[in-house]
């Protein structure tokens, strides 16, 4: 009974729903169990709450 | 010092405050720690971020 | 499918034992769902590797 | 940059390649970003540690 | 590339700004890394959704 | 009460005690709270359990 957490900045519901059908299927293929025992969780985190190399994405030039 | 972590959908504070208190006292018997040193926080995801079987919550008949 | 994560220092398997169904316990009364939807992780982080006020529990006079 | 976290029981390290991999390709697939942003963390938890439905799953019956 | 997460109340950015400043000094001076590969996320949890000693934050005398 | 996760490849406990030390004074300086307030956690994961780019750290060429 997997759990997966995806910490992320925030994204569509379309790209959500497409990438846990996707993570799902990984774990079906590499493990071979099924599919209603992998649980996924989008910890979405806005762009002034996280960051890297000491700034927050909302300060950082694209 | 136990830290807890719930990961769920969100509920209304009147559950939350019974859980905390619940989840506590459960710290308490089981471990005779007191209660000061148990943290629980709720880290509520909505339907549209979280599933199982590869399907969003969202989009799952009920 | 709440999943509760309880981070703490290495306890004994009884221990764990009786936790787990207390925590569970504590959803079922305060939410009214089944047991068989919540999922208990112990997280245990020997002394060597958490602490409070800027010191490792290791290094902590008890 | 997303950060993906595993919780699961201990699984051989070919299984955990494997299934890095694929996760990796799902974010590179639904999301169209590089697959050098896509961390991925098992965190895993041996059976005494975790459970369901109150029991830890070192004592559930297979 | 350590990553850190925040679990705290809601904070001012300008405070986050800050913070993720001198975490990632820290790793810096502490193991010689380069700045680049730290990843700081804040999860802030609203004062209903954590609390201590059976208690929510927001039920708690100041 | 902040509570600090790092998710990190495994290190000497004498980088952890100097990291433990250097973030918990980030806390003070930046926020202004009491260090004893501060909780870190290290969270060692292996080099067959986590990578990025679609490879365990363990199959990745230095």
Redesign the interface.
């Given at each position: 009974?997997?759990?997966?957490?995806?910490?992320?900045g925030p994204?569509d519901?379309q790209?959500?729903?497409?990438?846990?059908?996707?993570?799902?299927?990984?774990?079906v293929?590499?493990?071979g169990i099924p599919?209603?025992t992998?649980?996924?969780?989008?910890?979405?985190?806005p762009a002034?709450?996280?960051?890297?190399?000491?700034?927050?994405i909302?300060?950082t030039p694209k």
């Open positions: 009974m997997p759990v997966v957490t995806v910490l992320q994204r519901v790209l959500k729903r497409d990438l846990i059908s996707k993570i799902t299927d990984a774990f293929d590499a493990y599919a209603d992998v649980q996924v969780w989008f910890n979405e985190v002034d709450s996280w960051g890297a190399a000491g700034k927050l909302a300060d």
